[in-house]
């Protein structure tokens, strides 16, 4: 089942927490890796929808940052899809260089033994 929602009606769609974010996958887009998590806040994934160009919000910095704009590291939105509950975000993105800032190409290469 798959449904399409005007980008009026996705931010509608999506819950955001009591600190007003949603947590938020980025998926490469042409590998299905999974990059990372982050958090988004409804003014970041409207600036997202609208612009292409993935900006997140820092919890520990308390502001906005669009993905690579120190780094030069950038995510571009393929596309957005929100979960059944509305309370996670999946973005789908060409993932320009590494994702995690280690440098290391996602965020989750720690694993258990």
């Known amino acids: 089942m798959s449904e399409t929602l005007s980008h009026d009606a996705f931010l509608k769609a999506v819950k955001y927490d009591d600190k007003g974010l949603v947590?938020?996958?980025?998926?490469?887009a042409a590998s299905g890796?999974?990059?990372?998590?982050?958090?988004?806040?409804?003014?970041?994934?409207?600036?997202?929808?609208?612009?292409?160009?993935?900006?997140y919000w820092s919890r520990s910095r308390q502001s906005a940052w669009t993905k690579g704009e120190t780094s030069g590291h950038h995510q571009h939105l393929i596309s957005a899809s929100v979960d059944c509950d509305g309370d996670t975000i999946l973005l789908k993105v060409d993932q320009l260089g590494p994702a995690c800032h280690?440098?290391?190409?996602?965020c989750f290469f720690r694993k258990a033994e």
């Open 23 to 28: 947590p938020t996958i980025a998926q490469s």
């Open 33 to 55: 890796e999974v990059l990372m998590l982050a958090w988004m806040s409804a003014a970041t994934l409207a600036q997202t929808l609208a612009s292409g160009r993935v900006t």
């Open 102 to 106: 280690t440098g290391a190409p996602n």
